[in-house]
């Protein structure tokens, strides 16, 4: 465990691409430690963001929703939560923030379509998780296609070495943990008042991405899956709970 965060903290300081050989045991290890390191990390996170929260509300008259305040009947439809929060919604964030971390043009291809279907259906007002098929998903995968096309076109003009590929490696990872991060700000009213409170409400999120994005490159793609359903079961039962008089 203490090898396990002594490394996780190294990594930091020069991410690379390089992936490790583990047999299956050492990766079972590896995820136990992650989510462990997640959870006990997570609780002081979760002290601070309710500090954010009380002073918020005390300071600048704002209430910060919580779990209670959602429309679930909106979000999930028929859909069970933890089918959401546990299987699709890891499945799904891992393919659009970290499968593209392999540095492979498959992958890269394949997270910016992801990526892209996410963004049309935000924009369109549709719900990314329970769109059926129809002529308004039709349209919604036709406008994700168009980035897809772009970067295979561009593929063929920006051919890297491994090398080369190394050397950006590092703004990549971080990419992909701040864009995990970010990407989580929908979870709370976007106002200017509360830009100071952000940072904070999606620390959380920050500190999971990091961890997901070094298992995924050293134990890889279905490591990462994993973790963030795992790290996800309790906010889902939690959910659930709450939910399932709506549902």
Avoid at 40 to 62: D, E, H, P, R, W
Avoid at 79 to 91: E, H, K, R, V
Avoid at 100 to 111: N, P, Q, V, Y
């Amino acid at each position: 465990m203490i090898d396990f965060i002594s490394d996780l903290f190294a990594f930091s300081r020069q991410p690379s691409m390089l992936s490790d050989q583990r047999p299956l045991r050492s990766k079972a290890n590896q995820i136990f430690y992650a989510l462990s390191t997640y959870f006990i990390l997570g609780l002081g996170t979760m002290m601070l963001i309710n500090i954010v929260n009380f002073t918020a509300q005390k300071f600048c008259s704002i209430t910060i929703p919580t779990i209670k305040d959602y429309n679930f009947r909106r979000i999930f439809g028929g859909t069970n939560p933890i089918l959401i929060f546990s299987l699709l919604g890891p499945l799904i964030e891992e393919t659009m923030f970290r499968l593209w971390l392999s540095m492979k043009k498959i992958h890269i291809i394949i997270a910016i379509f992801a990526i892209s279907f996410r963004i049309v259906t935000m924009i369109t007002g549709n719900n990314f998780y329970l769109l059926r098929f129809n002529m308004q998903l039709a349209k919604i995968l036709s406008l994700s296609a168009i980035p897809v096309l772009a970067a295979i076109i561009l593929s063929f003009f920006l051919k890297k070495t491994k090398t080369e590929k190394q050397r950006y490696f590092p703004l990549f990872f971080w990419v992909s943990c701040f864009l995990f991060s970010a990407a989580h700000l929908t979870n709370y009213p976007l106002k200017l008042s509360l830009i100071w409170a952000y940072p904070f409400l999606i620390l959380p999120q920050f500190i999971l991405g990091y961890i997901l994005a070094y298992i995924r490159v050293k134990n890889g793609f279905l490591s990462a899956v994993i973790i963030h359903s795992l790290a996800n079961l309790p906010s889902a039962l939690m959910v659930f709970n709450f939910a399932k008089a709506f549902l």
